[in-house]
């Protein structure tokens, strides 16, 4: 199957023969779904803090920090912004040369000058055709305003990063994800020495855009809020890249050489597991909002981080008991009943089991990355989000899933979707090192029984891509997870283009 060009091949990007055969057997058996107990609920998985309960968690991250404690901003943002402006290319590459009444082109060039980057895209006009926006407009020549915003002679925001488009005005200019993502980390994770951690994923053909652009930004934010940033960038490592394969899953060849995919966002926990850190926030690129919108934002994002520290003491504190052999068996109890209420944590060795034996179950399973992640109502269709799953060891814990990893031919599971009050996280905070300061193997803690398999195609050829586990899925999913409800107004995503034409990016 492999030829000895493929196994040179294989060395170089640092991917082993056996990893390579077994994706291939994957491709054939497929990704099981997963059994699930039930949707996450409140009172049922998803915790609703009290006004005194916030206050707490907010007070204990103060504390935290004020104590040198550690945190680290992880930001994926190695995305393309392609899909943003699928309307606009469909529109470019179309016949008609006015944009159907009531379509997301027509609603963009209707509300034009609402975005932020109105001036620049002017600009561009200017220097490439010799008219402005509104006089293209006034001619009726609407591709020209919109090429002006995806071509590669304009704006080219069809191939940049979405973390490098400008977003938001601001009192001093306008402002890109990346930017508002430096102000947030000032505001939230401000350490004691006055320093920002921040670190980003980006994509190679990329990092030079990032670098100038936090050239720029960094020292005119560290002014502004007296703090010292500090970022870093890593790249998807190829060794966690996958390899294609035909429909009939035999090896997928371009020019005779094998082709070999990103993992998908799953691969980044590889690049979360090199990070020098204890606390992290992960918080998708693209949701952000102005400054002058970031109250809710900042403050449910201190509750959670002071509620994993609270969650944190409470484990560090029955591990020492459990070490120290002092404990009762209604201590044991009391431990069991903290796995349940804060994680959903539920399995038959908590009744089978006793004395020591139950006491060093409790133990290994306190013993395991940590993380709280914030929920928002669903206020649409149900599908992928919080639940409790059957893990592999035939226990109960609190999941985040795809909707394409439930049994949707079972009636009970669309029963269970039904029900489902939340959506996936808005953000997420994680505890990576152990009750003796030790980091934790984050790619022990991956199911890989979670991955997804879809249909690519390569110059015009199907293809037969795999994914890992979701960062936030299956490579998270042997961790303590905790869900909290956050308010709706600290998720503001940017899916499309005229997702900036909503009050929430206005600033």
């Known amino acids: 199957m492999l030829t000895n060009e493929d196994k040179n091949f294989l060395n170089a990007r640092g991917i082993s023969e056996e990893v390579v055969l077994n994706q291939v057997e994957r491709f054939k058996t497929g990704f099981p779904y997963l059994k699930i107990y039930d949707s996450a609920r409140p009172g049922e998985g998803i915790t609703i803090l009290t006004k005194e309960e916030e206050s707490q968690a907010v007070s204990r991250w103060d504390k935290y920090l004020a104590d040198g404690g550690e945190v680290t901003k992880f930001v994926p943002a190695s995305g393309a912004a392609s899909r943003m402006f699928k309307a606009l290319f469909g529109f470019v590459d179309g016949e008609a040369d006015k944009a159907p009444e009531g379509s997301d082109v027509a609603r963009l ?9 109105f001036d620049e895209l002017d600009s561009v006009l200017l220097r490439t055709v010799g008219k402005g926006v509104d006089q293209l407009l006034a001619e009726g020549n609407q591709k020209a305003v919109i090429r002006g915003i995806i071509a590669e002679d304009g704006l080219n925001y069809g191939n940049l990063p979405k973390g490098l488009l400008t977003f938001h005005r601001a009192d001093n200019g306008t402002r890109t994800p990346v930017e508002e993502q430096l102000m947030e980390g000032a505001q939230s994770a401000r350490q004691a020495d006055g320093t920002v951690n921040m670190h980003l994923t980006v994509s190679p053909a990329h990092r030079e855009k990032f670098m100038a652009k936090l050239a720029a930004a960094v020292p005119a934010i560290e002014e502004k809020m007296n703090v010292k940033i500090n970022v870093s960038m890593s790249e998807q490592k190829p060794s966690t890249d996958t390899v294609a394969v035909n429909e009939d899953n035999t090896l997928f060849r371009d020019d005779n050489h094998l082709v070999f995919r990103p993992g998908g966002h799953g691969a980044l926990i590889q690049n979360l597991n090199d990070l020098d850190a204890t ?96 929920m928002v109502r669903n206020e649409g269709e ?126």
Not at 109 to 117: E, P, S, T
Not at 359 to 368: F, H, S, V
Not at 451 to 477: C, D, Q, V, Y
């Open 382 to 507: 149900p599908g992928g989000g919080p639940y409790i799953a059957f893990n592999a060891d035939g226990s109960r814990s609190l999941q985040i899933l795809e909707s394409s990893q439930i049994d949707l031919s079972k009636a009970e599971n669309k029963q269970m979707m039904a029900k489902a009050t939340h959506f996936n996280p808005v953000d997420l905070v994680c505890y990576i090192r152990d009750a003796e300061g030790k980091k934790y193997d984050l790619p022990a803690h991956v199911d890989p029984e979670t991955g997804f398999i879809s249909s690519k195609s390569l110059h015009g050829r199907t293809l037969k891509a795999l994914e890992l586990p979701g960062l936030w899925n299956g490579a998270m999913s042997d961790w303590n997870t905790a869900f909290v409800e956050v308010p709706i107004s600290t998720f503001n995503p940017v899916k499309t283009v005229n997702d900036l034409l909503r009050p929430q990016h206005q600033a």
């Open 279 to 374: 606390v992290v926030f992960i918080k998708n690129i693209d949701n952000v909002v102005p400054d002058s919108r970031r109250a809710d934002t900042l403050r449910y994002k201190k509750i959670i981080a002071g509620y994993l520290i609270e969650l944190h003491d409470k484990a560090t504190e029955y591990i020492r008991l459990i070490d120290s052999r002092s404990y009762s068996e209604k201590q044991l109890e009391e431990i069991a009943t903290f796995l349940h209420k804060n994680f959903a944590f539920e399995a038959d060795e908590l009744t089978k089991l006793h004395g020591e034996d139950l006491a060093t179950y409790l133990r290994a399973k306190l013993d395991r990355p940590m993380r709280v992640c914030g």
């Open 109 to 117: 060039l209707a509300d034009i000058h609402k975005v932020a980057f």
